[in-house]
C-alpha cells in the first residue's frame, strides 16, 4: 500500500524470459507495489514458466496470441479486478526503468 491505495503494476510479456526477473525485480525493489500482474501473449519461450515462479504476483497465460492492444486490455481487466487503485503498466523487456514508479506516484 501506498498512501492507503493499492499499486498494481501490469507486465504485458511476449518472449521476454531474457528480461523478466530483471524488470521484476526492480519493480518490486521499489518498495510500493502490492502486486505484479504478467500477462503472457502465447510467448514460445520460457516466459509463463518464469513468471509463475514469482513472489507477489499472478500470471494469466493467452492461449492464442491476441497482440499488444490485447494484452494491454487484459492487463487492465485483471488489475480492476484485484482491486487496483493504481495501475502501472511496466514493460518486461526493461523499455523504460521501474525506478521511475515512486516519483510518478501521487
Known sequence: MYQNKKIVVVMPAYNAEKT???TYEEVMQQGVVDLVI???DAS???TAKIASGLAQSKLFV????LGYGGNQK???R???E????IIIMVHPDYQYTPKLIPPWLP
Open 78 to 80: 485483471l488489475a480492476l
Open 20 to 22: 523478466l526477473i530483471k
Open 62 to 65: 493467452h492461449e492464442k496470441n
Open 44 to 46: 514460445a519461450d520460457n
Open 38 to 40: 504478467f500477462v503472457d
Open 74 to 76: 487484459t492487463c487492465y
Open 82 to 85: 484485484e482491486g487496483a487503485d
